[in-house]
Nanobody, 116 residues
């Protein structure tokens, strides 16, 4: 079965950095577009960014452009979200996501807390 397991979240100061990881299994990872979403308390879940199967193309939410970068290692079935110059509004639970045919699969998420 499809499994997505995120890790790497934690407490970070404004201006700091984190790298989130998502290990995938149970589907053809190397041929799948992978996505990162986030959800802050009281807000809707939003798409942070996506990366193509080869890793050659990625796109991002406007508010994170230039600060966040998505990468992947198909040999390890892992997708990463590198977060730099973190801002207070980046605090959220971050989720890895993949869509297979018509169904969306989600991990349990990893919490990012921003505090000085």
């Amino acid at each position: 079965q499809v499994q997505l397991v995120e890790s790497g979240g934690g407490l970070v100061q404004p201006g700091g950095s984190l790298r989130l990881s998502c290990v995938a299994s149970g589907f053809a990872f190397s041929t799948s577009i992978m996505n990162w979403y986030r959800q802050a308390p009281g807000k809707e879940r939003e798409l942070v960014g996506s990366i193509t199967p080869s890793g050659g193309t990625s796109n991002y939410l406007d508010s994170v452009k230039g600060r966040f970068a998505i990468s992947r290692d198909n040999a390890k079935n892992t997708v990463y979200l590198s977060m730099n110059n973190i801002e207070p509004d980046d605090a959220a639970v971050y989720y890895c996501n993949v869509r297979i045919v018509i169904r969306r699969y989600w991990g349990r998420g990893t919490q990012v807390t921003v505090s000085s």
